[in-house]
């Protein structure tokens, strides 16, 4: 039994001594290769030029830096011809100039052309670039004086108010604002005549005795100014301002600033006026002597006649709708004209306007009617404008 066990154990040592010397060639075989295939990459690897130190196993490789080719010098692009240099040229803008021209009845004059009109601004003869005239519908606030001062001017302003209002058509904007210490908007802007025939009868117990004229005419201004296009305030009252925040200057100067605005005035209780005057002697009434009301009067004018408008003085009621005929005509058929003006500077100078008719030589036009009998005219424009209006 021990002899066996010993053969046993002689035969798995010989095996084992022969398995480990089959192995070892083996792994000493593949790490030879793996060597020589690790020299041969290096040896395939071409080594850049040195250009560093020296190292353990040889000059480092460091590349030398490339030269870079010079930068290419750009030339400007030919000109061409077709193609015209830039510039910037700021326009200025147009001035638009309603103008009126109405024989001595206040009736319209159509049928004239560009080549009829001449303008003139600070004296200077100016290029027409735009030209109509056409029936247009209109844009109008109705500016109603209601305080509590004398029947009679409340009586007349409105009835005046109702002569206006029968005078619009269905696309027509109007509205509605009465005055007395402030301003009351009593009808928004609306083409409802009725709504407007119910807003003046809604006017019956006045609140003050206050006609702030200035106050409210600057503030309907403001209102209406941004709105495109034409408009026109028909002022409706006896033009006594009695408290005013704003003096005559100012109003004045806010009237001269307005480019798009045309004011038509009505004076109102003109026959109550003349009475008080016979029987006071110049006195007036409740204060006010002749001189306060002659002074309103100038003053309702001059608003009229800067902005392009008109001023009327009615003496009885049935001269009314007469009035308002020739508003509505005046406002619906009116020549426009625009021009650019040949001094562009934005400085808030006032310029003064003059429009002249001339004939096709050169010299005065002459309107004749259908009998060859000559009519005298005359030209309704606005006296000027401020080139930019700034606020105080």
């Known amino acids: 039994m021990m002899t066996m066990f010993l053969d046993s154990m ?50 480092i490789a460091v ?10 010098r750009r030339t400007p692009p030919a000109k061409r011809e077709e193609l015209p240099n830039f510039s910037l040229r700021v326009d200025v803008p147009l001035v638009q100039v309603p103008v009126m021209v109405l024989t001595k009845n206040g009736q319209f004059i159509p049928g004239l052309k ?8 600070d004296g200077n003869p100016q290029q027409i670039r735009q030209f109509s005239q056409a029936e247009a519908p209109i844009t109008a606030v109705l500016l109603v004086e209601f305080a509590a001062n004398h ?43 009725r709504a407007v025939l119910g807003g003046l009868n809604s006017l019956r117990i006045p609140g003050f005795s206050e006609t702030n004229l200035f106050d409210a005419l600057y503030d309907t ?11 026109y305030i028909i002022v409706i009252g006896n033009g006594v301002d009695t408290f005013s925040r704003l003096t005559y200057d100012k109003i004045l100067k806010r009237i001269q ?10 004076s109102t209780g003109f026959a109550l006026r003349e009475w008080l005057d016979r029987r ?13 009301f002659t002074q309103a009067d100038n003053q309702m004018r001059t608003f009229a006649r800067m902005t392009g408008g008109q001023f009327f003085q009615p003496r009885f009621e049935g001269e009314l709708p007469e009035i308002f005929r020739a508003v509505s005509a005046s406002i619906r058929n009116q020549y426009m004209l625009a021009y650019q003006p040949s001094n562009n500077k934005q400085d808030g100078s006032y310029r003064k306007l003059k429009v002249e008719l001339m004939a096709p030589d050169g010299g005065p036009l002459k309107i004749v009617d259908e009998k060859g009998k000559e009519v005298k005219f005359q030209i309704v424009a606005r006296e000027g404008y401020r080139s930019k209006f700034e606020v105080e």
Do not use: C
């Not at 830096?65 to 930068?71: A, G, L, S, Y």
């Not at 600033?257 to 009505?266: E, N, R, S, V, Y």
């Open 10 to 59: 002689k035969k798995k040592a010989a095996g084992w001594v022969l398995l480990l010397a089959l192995a070892a060639p083996g792994f000493t075989l593949a790490q030879s290769n793996d060597n020589q295939a690790s020299q041969g990459s290096q040896t395939q690897q071409q080594v850049p030029a040195a250009g560093g130190p020296q190292g353990d196993i040889g000059p």
């Open 63 to 72: 590349p030398k830096k490339q030269e870079e080719p010079p930068p290419e």
């Open 114 to 121: 560009k080549e009829n009109f001449k303008i003139l601004e």
């Open 151 to 193: 029947y009679a001017f409340m009586y007349d302003a409105l009835n005046a108010s109702y002569a206006f209002t029968q005078m619009l058509k269905p696309e027509d904007w109007i509205a509605v604002v009465s005055y007395d210490m402030r301003p009351h908007i009593v009808v928004d802007f609306t083409q409802d005549k």
């Open 221 to 231: 201004i403001d209102r209406i100014e941004g709105i495109e296009g034409r408009k």
């Open 257 to 266: 600033a307005t480019k798009d605005i045309t004011l038509f005035t009505i």
């Open 280 to 292: 006071y002697g110049g006195r007036g009434w409740a204060g006010a002597d002749m001189m306060t």
